[in-house]
């Protein structure tokens, strides 16, 4: 199968009524929704969610939500008013080992950050952009079966790293969706609002790296 072709939307689970299940054309490797607040947008990622299996050449859907930072909140605020100025920063961590082999179907960070553990060839060209852009560097460490994630600065002492839930929300929004990116056991990503949390040239150098996967899952190293 080649560009352009049209895909059947499920929205049986939209729950909206009076909504048919559309058909959109897709004529090239990256399609881009827009639309105000509140007229489906997410709503028709998650159709596309059950719909794009065909298309994927055996290959995994990955869908990452808006709120793919949310299991981090427990960590990084005082997210139930009981906290005072004490969030537990350096007690952030992303599942177990058990969770590794469902983190394809994992719509937060914590899928992501699976990914960057158990795929070392990514993990490398992550780190490689983090101190590029950032002068940061990044470390997966598995705690008694439990995977946490640290952050150092170049500037730093050797071995004085700080925890994930310390880090920008930029970053690790840069960090989860370039992980994403980078899988080519990933067929087809949905990333519900992309550019959240990125500077402009952030979002400009997402796009970059957008570009040089975006293909027919068919083809090797695009999705």
Known sequence: MAFPFGISVNLTQSRIAGINNPTIRVYS?????????????TQLLRGLKMSLHQYANGKKIRYISAGRLGPMEVYRSDYDGYRGHNPSFDDAQFGSKGDVVRRHLNETVIGDFATLAERPDILIKVQERLRKLFKRDLLIDWDGGTLKVFFSRFEQIAGDNYSSAREASGLLHLVAVLSALYDDEVGCLLIDEPEVSLHPQLQSFLLGEIIKVAGYPSESGKN
């Open 29 to 41: 490797g990256i399609t881009t929704f827009l639309g105000p607040n509140g007229s489906g947008k």
